[in-house]
């Protein structure tokens, strides 16, 4: 069965996600995760696009980006995964891929994903049960939020801005809605893997459907 074409447009949100090859762990220690950021900045710089967060688990990784040029998701996930293929086959003497497959890249609608898929990132090592809280998972973009990541490798601005006018307050709401851990039904991927790429509305598949059609000049 042949592969969906990718849809990769300038200015679209994207949830990027990436796998270990047949499931293995791809970060062993705290290095490693500094070198796969190390590469996530570097292609930050190349490709000039948004990052609003990230989470670092033992065997998979989850991206919220904007890309602002059409065809920069594909780069920006081929350099880092090359980058860090050779840097992690070096150390441990390893051959091979080491990431299952093709990157899976959702375009998300904003509205109402934007935040929900910002949560449901920051949430993953509460629901995988390795961490009782969002502030207990040292690997992910939370603490950029508050200033305390080593530098600015997240887009905070955009986000913060949703959750009022001044700094003390949109972190304190940002706080309360991240660590939310209620049930809820707004984002969940897993109901998009095999139905299709976009999540969203009929309406906002109709409006993707279009803009690809423009950007590529054919159906």
Do not use: W
């Not at 000039?48 to 594909?74: D, I, Q, W």
């Not at 601005?157 to 706080?175: C, P, T, W």
């Not at 976009?198 to 059609?213: A, C, H, P, R, T």
Request: glycine letters at 6%; a positive charge.
């Amino acid at each position: 069965m042949p592969r969906k074409p990718r849809i990769d447009l300038s200015g679209q949100l994207y949830h990027v996600t990436v796998r270990g090859n047949n499931k293995e762990d791809i970060f062993i220690d705290k290095s490693d995760r500094d070198v796969y950021c190390k590469y996530l900045r570097k292609a930050k710089e190349k490709y000039c696009f948004f990052l609003y967060c990230y989470v670092l688990m033992n065997n998979h990784v989850h991206l919220l980006l904007r890309p602002t040029e059409k065809g920069a998701v594909s780069k920006i996930m081929q350099s880092i995964n090359t980058g860090y293929t050779m840097y992690f086959n070096y150390k441990y003497k390893k051959c091979g891929h080491r990431f299952q497959g093709r990157y899976k890249s959702f375009l998300v609608e904003e509205e109402p994903h934007f935040l929900e898929l910002l949560r449901y990132i920051h949430q993953n090592p509460v629901r995988a049960e390795i961490a009782r809280r969002v502030e207990d998972y040292p690997y992910s973009s939370y603490f950029a939020y508050f200033g305390k990541a080593e530098d600015k490798l997240v887009d905070i601005g955009e986000v913060l801005s949703r959750f009022g006018a001044r700094e003390s307050v949109q972190i304190k709401r940002f706080k309360v809605f991240i660590e939310d851990i209620r049930e809820r039904n707004i984002y969940r991927p897993e109901r998009f893997m095999k139905d299709g790429l976009i999540v969203g509305s009929e309406e906002f598949k109709n409006k993707i459907f279009k803009l690809q059609v423009n950007s590529s000049g054919k159906v």
